[in-house]
T-cell receptor, first 112, second 112 residues
């Protein structure tokens, strides 16, 4: 059965800390892995990873994929209170018509 | 840019009532989908569509009906609402291929 598991479930840090969020997956016909940030409303897209070992970076956020070990990490450096959110990982599965499997998310709270 | 538009944003129903959640996108996306989000469960796929006239079931389709008569619209119908359908519903779309999903703002449904 295809699955996506995120860890930790929740995390509380102080401003300026660096955090690492994990996403492991087991899916058939892997094509890509996506990271989203969800604050109060709709998830907003952060990164899509398709190639192993190539880091995607946007400001203080970066992500990398390991297709051999079947996981991805999302790093946030110098955290700010505005980084407080739920971070979701998603993997499309099933060739042809794609279904996306989402992890349950990591809830990050950054304290001032 | 409108993107993905969902209506209504909030709805309260009584058990047994029916209703339709509307979803429209103006990006000419072939793929559209409906998710529900419950605490601790992440986003779960209800139904999806890969084009006008083509729909398929996701992970949790029971109690929901969909149709896709146009590329732009993908309504989700609750046939006879149950308290277990209390949730936040998200519509999402993307272009063909396993790429980024664009989400609507969500619809919070409460069934009493």
């Amino acid at each position: 059965e295809d699955k996506v598991v995120q860890s930790p479930l929740s995390l509380v840090v102080h401003e300026g800390d660096t955090v690492t969020l994990n996403c492991s997956y087991e899916v058939t016909n892997f094509r890509s892995l996506l990271w989203y940030k969800q604050e109060k409303k709709a998830p907003t897209f952060l990164f899509m990873l398709t190639s192993s070992g190539i880091e995607k970076k946007s400001g203080r956020l970066s992500s990398i994929l390991d297709k051999k070990e079947l996981f991805s990490i999302l790093n946030i450096t110098a955290t700010q209170t505005g980084d407080s959110a739920v971070y979701l990982c998603a993997v499309p599965t099933t060739s042809g018509t794609y279904k996306y499997i989402f992890g349950t998310g990591t809830r990050l709270k950054v304290l001032a | 840019n409108a993107g993905v538009t969902q209506t209504p944003k909030f709805q309260v129903l009584k058990t047994g009532q029916s209703m339709t959640l509307q979803c429209a996108q103006d990006m000419n996306h072939e793929y559209m989908s409906w998710y529900r989000q419950d605490p601790g469960m992440g986003l779960r796929l209800i139904h999806y569509s890969v084009g006008a006239g083509i729909t398929d079931q996701g992970e949790v389709p029971n109690g929901y009906n969909v149709s896709r008569s146009t590329t732009e619209d993908f309504p989700l119908r609750l046939l006879s609402a149950a308290p277990s359908q209390t949730s936040v519903y998200f519509c999402a779309s993307r272009v063909a291929g396993a790429g980024e999903l664009f989400f609507g703002e969500g619809s919070r449904l409460t069934v009493l």
